[in-house]
Each structure stands twice: as C-alpha cells, then as structure tokens.
C-alpha cells in the first residue's frame, strides 16, 4: 500500500526570507574558522564533504585517481519486507521470559537474533552516484566546506572549479562548474543490485551483506544529451528514482539532481525540470534558510578544536533533522557507499542511539528540528501499540528498541531490540520538548499522552516482588552482550531509572494539566519502586543488585539516572554528589578499553552534570580529536591508535557527533533542575568564553559573557513569560537596569511577561 512519510515540498517553498536576493554565479559564500578545509579530495566515502536536507544528502569525494564522485542518498530508501515475527507465535516475552528460567536461551537466539544479520532486510538502501571524470583538470588544489551556505566547492590547479549545495528544503541538489572543457558531463551510476562489487574498506567500516543479496532487477539508466535519469525497483511494489539534468553556459556546466521514492509525493523527473532554471532564487531561499538558522544561537570557545568541532556538529544537525523528515537513524542522510548495505543496516536504534543525536535541540535553540523525531513517534503510535499488544501482550505503549523506518521490530539482541524501556527513553524527549518549549498545547495533546500510554504499560508490566515494584525479567544495554546472563532477574539501574523517570514525570505533567488523580496514582507507583542498586563499597552505580561496574563498556546504560534524566543530582546534596564522583571514578578506573567514540561524549556530558569542567573538556577533545574522521563524522573506534579505546575500527554513525554538542552545551548552561546556571562547568583557564540565545526550562533564551573569569553580562529572553530563576553568577555588585529581582539563597527570581528580556550587568569595583 502507498503512503506518504514526507509532506510535499512545495509546502515547505513558503519558507522563505523576506526578501531573497538572487545569486549570481559562481555562488556567494562566506568563510568561517570552523569549515573543513583541504588540499585534496578524501579517498572513501565516509571522508566525503557532507551535504544535506534531512531527506536527501551528498558526500563529495573522490573515487580512484580521475573520478570525482557524489554518494547520493536518501532518508526513505528503505527495503520494508517482514521480517515475520508478526506471524510467530513465540514472538511474546512470556515465551523468552519461559526460556531463560529453563536455560534454553538458544532458541531465543536463533528466533530472535540470528535473523537480524542473517537476513539482508529490512534494511535502509544507498541512493545513486554521479561522478565526473577529472582527470584532465590536474591536480586539486583546495576542498572547502563552507558551513555558513553549506556549500562544498573544490578549486583544481588549472583554473576548473566547482561548487555543489544541497537545497534547505526542497529535495534537490546542485552543481556548478566553472572553466571546464564541452566534453566534461556528469554519469549517473547506479548502485550494483547484481554482481556486488564490495570496497576494499567495507569490512572495517562494519558493514552488512553485499547488496546483490537484496534480489533486486537491476535498474535501469537512461542517458540524453543533457539529462540522466534512473529507475529502480524494490522489494514488493516500492520504488525510487534519480535524475540529473544541466546544461551549458560557455566553460560553465550547471547541474541539478533529486531523488524521489515511492513513498513520497515527489517526482524525480518532474523535479529536476523544474529547478534547473531557478538556481540563482533557489539559491537564494537556500541561504536564508541557514542564516535562520544559524542564528538560533552560538557559541565561543577559548579552544579552537572544541569550538571547531561544536560547530561542525551543528551544521551536521542543520543537514539532519527538519520538523517534517524521519528521525536521524544511523548514518542520517549519508548512506554507505561502497557496494553493502549500511553499517548495522543503517536503522533506527532506540537504546541510545537516535536519543544521543537529539540531546543539543533543546538547550541548542533547534526545537523545531527536533520535532522531527517527536512527530514521527507520535504517528507511529498505532504500531507500536500493536507491537506492545503482540509481544507483552499488555496495553500502553512500548517501542521496539532496533527499528525499520515505519517503526516495526527488526530483531536484533532481544534483551535491547525488545527492551521493555525503550518507550520510557523516548518519553524523555517529549518532556523535554514541554520543558524547553512551554507550549502547553503539546503539553496536553502530545507529551501527557504519550507519557501516560507508556506509564500505563509499565504498570501493567511490572510485578510486586518482594514489596517492590519490579520488572519480570530486566536488562542494561549492551550489558553481557546477548547471552542469557544478560537477563537480569534483579530490576538494573538502567531499567529502574527509566520507570522511575516515567512515573515520575507523568505525575508532574499530569498535576500541570489538573489531573490530579492521575497524578496520585503515577506518584503512587513511583514509590513502589526499589532504590538504585550501589557498588561493594556502597557508593557508586551498580548495574543491577549484585553486579557492579567492574570492566569497561561502552554504553554507560547504569548510570542513566545520572544523565541524561538527572534523576540523581549534584544540587541533590552530598549523598547524590558521592554516588555521581564514584560513578564517574569506576568509568575512569576501569577504563576506555571497550569504550566507542560516543561513550567519550556521554562522559563529557556526565562530567558537566557533575561540575567538572576539565574533565568534561578533556572527554570531549578525546572524542573529537580521536573518533572523528576528517571529515568530522564518529567513526566509533579509536582512529590514532592512541590507546584510548580496544576498539580502532570505522563503522560511521552520528549519535556521538551529536552527543559531543550537547556536551558543550552542558559546560555553558544548565537548566534541568529548575534553576539557570550559567559556566556551571568549564575549566578554570577558560577566561574569555561567551554563549547567545541557549535555550533553558521555562521557555527562557539566555545569553552570557565571561571576560577574564568574570561573568559581566546576562541576558534573558522570555518567550511564555514566568518566573525565571537564576543562581547567581556575580561575583560583586550588578546592575538590573531597572528591573526588580528578588535575591535570596545565591538565586535572582525574575518575575517576566511573555516576550520580555532582562539584562544583568557587573558591575565593575
């Protein structure tokens, strides 16, 4: 059956700046410290400039010793044949859960695990490539990435040039070459759906099967003087296309490019006829779209390579995330690109995965790009509920924790794929988005009602055992991998959190809204639950009652009630701070021997919880001067061999570059506990260092300046109106320009209308 899972785009053609103005050729662009800039083209795909929309991307690179290539990509590819267990009758819990108290934990394996790799699909599908034969243009002789315009352009040593954007909203692309020769024309080349050919580095960068396993017909490429188009068939009736079209102006080649599925409105064909005429007003409405949202907010470090990076992970966002696409899955809009499926399929993993890459929407300012995720939850809803039916056979809402792109199970390591958590994990975004946001729209029509669906469920799942709530079977991400010992019949830190998360914030929404029954009864549940299991010295996170942390891992799965739910707190007193400084002291004892990129960044986000601001700054810098290729993408292992992780491999994927954001933003501002706190978290030597229009809880945009180690100035922007707490960043006597604020405790009570800001100055002694 054919549905949409994107709006048009000319819906989105609106979006536009007040007035556009129209681009002469070559493009405008602007410079920044924060581009990638080199001398030569990356060698592999993963290294490609990136380009995107959050529905279509490009990476740039180039392919052997004459061959520029575009790996073109696009987010609803997707192969959606059943897995079949739908149809299985085992596929309940109570059958798993049967298993695991006979020891015969195999058969889960081979029904539930195995054909995860096994089978090639479900799987996310790579797009197309163009390429360009360079051989006669010499040597290049630069790379830009230009962040502000997020355009690629490549500069060769005999003059040619050429510059390529991916369109803001509109699924289309551009190139633009300059001072090359009539004969220099683009190729479509299609993946191999028969007789894969696999690159030399698909192995390292973990990935799957050879696409010719799919079963595909081999589409089909049809070449005019001035177009190419692509036709290929799929699994059942799916389909995509890709066209390119351009033209000739003098030495100058101009070119356009889509690609369209069956699963959208779109046409490929009818898209590319359309634009290759507008590019100077398409162009136009591209940079206004980045001016908008480069404007959300900023910051300036004292360190290039964080504020680099900080910025390259952004753009990254920017490319990513649209109110209107799918969530970010594994690899987003930049599928691989070297004859094989994607690493880990290129799928949705919901037991860190998509929600470390949305950590920097909210304190970012980008809450209208991470509805994205939000809206695609909420209309999946109806299947997740089945799935939640089917296999735990209770009401609510679960979420199969590895995912197709319409939300169905895809199997996987069951103790996680099939975690009866995940949905609580999800919950937490939409909190977020009501606390961040204040709209007490979403507030009622979205965030309660998914909380409530998935606190009901967890009600229903849960047992009283020992006079506790607990659950029947438990488990922590990726905790003793898939074997049976990762099932815990103890209730783990990891689940418990989560539950105690879902309670406890249904009762808080539910008091909000007047629902104060609700509210009692989710309270009531709350305290059923056990207290979180410590270590043999009675001090840190454990895993689970008996288990504590004692080797390395790389999913800090224990210690989420530390971060990101802030469950446990350092304005929590002595007791909280002691079981934070000893969670985080087993993780640096034991080490990073088993550790991926993004542990780097979740660490760095714990140590700013825990008001550590070296240490945050020295994971971070970790992360990105190790686990990032140079293009700036996570590859997950350490790629200096430096001894910072046992892992030294390359599968690509985002949730660690987005973490890394979020870590930065931690040490600049934080709000969860109801109280703003500005540099709660940054080193001592960060003398000189400034933020503008970071979001808070309460709807408020704080802007701050600290001029050698003082705090000088604070702006606050409310957008809902409210009451905004502030500790006290003042070391002496400031100046409120007239507005009265209450002082008490080390906290500024700013009492504010709707649409008002207040700016606190120090003043000088």
């Not at 049809?222 to 351009?246: E, K, L, M, N």
């Not at 504020?307 to 490319?319: A, C, D, V």
């Not at 007239?738 to 504010?752: D, E, Y």
Request: with cysteine; hydrophobic share 35%; net charge neutral.
């Amino acid at each position: 059956m054919k549905f949409s899972l994107f709006l048009s785009f000319t819906a989105f053609a609106a979006l536009s700046c007040s007035s556009i103005v129209r681009a002469e050729l070559p493009l405008p662009v602007t410079a920044s410290p924060h581009d990638l800039e080199f001398s030569d083209l990356a060698s592999v795909w993963d290294e490609g400039m990136p380009l995107g929309n959050a529905v279509i991307g490009a990476l740039i690179w180039q392919n052997g010793t004459r061959t520029l290539r575009f790996s073109l990509d696009r987010t609803d590819l997707w192969d959606l044949r059943p897995i079949g267990f739908h149809s299985d009758p085992n596929f309940r819990f109570s059958w798993v859960k049967e298993q695991v108290e006979n020891n015969q934990y195999g058969i889960v394996q081979q029904k539930f695990d195995a054909p995860y790799n096994a089978l090639p699909a479900p799987t996310k599908i790579p797009g197309a490539g163009i390429e360009f034969d360079i051989g006669t243009l010499g040597g290049v002789k630069s790379t830009h990435l230009y962040l502000k315009e997020a355009v690629c352009e490549i500069v060769w040593e005999n003059g040619a040039s050429m510059q390529s954007f991916v369109h803001a909203t509109r699924p289309i692309g551009w190139f633009v070459f300059e001072n090359v020769p009539d004969e220099f024309i683009p190729r479509l080349v299609p993946p191999q759906y028969q007789n894969t050919k696999v690159s030399a580095n698909a192995a390292q960068g973990h990935s799957g099967a050879k696409l010719d396993r799919l079963g595909y017909k081999q589409g089909q490429v049809v070449t005019t003087a001035h177009s190419a188009s692509y036709h290929q068939p799929g699994w059942g009736q799916f389909f995509y296309d890709v066209s390119i079209r351009w033209k000739r102006e003098g030495s100058r080649l101009i070119g356009v490019w889509s690609v369209t599925s069956s699963l959208g409105q779109d046409k490929a064909d009818e898209l590319t006829k359309q634009a290759l005429g507008e590019i100077d007003s398409l162009y136009g409405s591209h940079q206004c779209w980045w001016k908008s949202f480069w404007g959300k907010s900023s910051v300036t470090l004292p360190d290039p390579v964080l504020e680099k990076q900080y910025y390259n992970e952004i753009y990254k966002l920017g490319s990513a995330a649209r109110s209107y696409s799918s969530p970010i899955s594994l690899q987003a809009v930049w599928t691989a690109d070297n004859g094989a499926l994607p690493p880990w399929k290129g799928d949705y993993h919901h037991d860190l995965n998509t929600q470390l890459s949305y950590w920097p929407c909210y304190t970012g300012n980008y809450l209208e790009e991470g509805l994205g995720y939000l809206n695609t939850l909420w209309k999946q809803r109806d299947t997740h509920k089945q799935y939640t039916r089917l296999f735990y056979e209770r009401d609510g809402l679960n979420v199969p924790g590895v995912c197709t792109l319409t939300g169905d199970p895809m199997g996987g390591w069951i103790q996680y794929a099939c975690s009866p958590t995940v949905s609580a994990w999800l919950a937490l975004h939409f909190y977020l988005h009501w606390q961040y946001s204040r709209d007490r729209h979403f507030l009622k029509e979205r965030a309660y009602p998914y909380l409530k669906d998935v606190a009901t469920f967890l009600e229903q799942f849960s047992i009283i055992k020992n006079n506790v709530r607990q659950l029947p079977l438990s488990s922590s991400p990726e905790i003793f991998d898939n074997s049976i010992r990762a099932w815990f019949k103890d209730t783990t830190n990891y689940d418990l959190a989560l539950m105690r998360f879902a309670f406890k914030a249904a009762a808080e929404l539910a008091t909000e809204l007047g629902y104060n029954e609700e509210a009692a009864h989710w309270k009531a549940l709350e305290a059923q639950l056990p207290d979180y299991a410590l270590d043999n010295d009675n001090k840190g996170l454990a895993f689970a009652p008996g288990v504590p942390y004692q080797s390395s891992h790389r999913h800090f799965s224990h210690a989420l009630a530390i971060h990101p739910l802030g469950l446990i707190d350092w304005s929590h007193g002595e007791k909280a701070q002691q079981i934070i400084r000893s969670t985080i002291s087993d993780l640096d004892h034991y080490g990073p021997g088993a550790w991926c990129g993004y542990s780097y960044s979740w660490l760095g986000n714990m140590k700013a919880r825990a008001m550590d601001g070296e240490g945050a700054a020295r994971a971070l810098k970790d992360f990105a001067q190790c686990f990032c290729l140079r293009n700036t993408f996570h590859a997950n292992g350490d790629q200096t061999k430096s001894g910072k992780s046992g892992f030294t491999y390359r599968p690509f994927t985002l949730e660690g570059n987005f973490a890394y954001a979020s870590g930065i933003q931690e040490m600049l501002l934080q709000s969860h506990t109801g109280t703003i706190r500005v540099f709660p978290a940054i080193p001592a030597k960060w003398q000189d260092v400034s933020f503008r229009s970071l979001r808070a809880y309460g709807a408020f945009l704080v802007s701050a300046q600290r001029s050698q180690g003082k705090v000088t100035q604070v702006v606050i922007h409310s957008e809902q109106g409210g009451t905004a707490k502030l500790a006290n960043p003042f070391d002496g006597a400031f100046d409120t320009h007239g507005k009265a604020i209450t002082q008490g405790q080390g906290l500024l009570s700013i009492s504010m209308s709707p649409g008002e800001t207040v700016t606190l100055s120090r003043k000088d002694v």
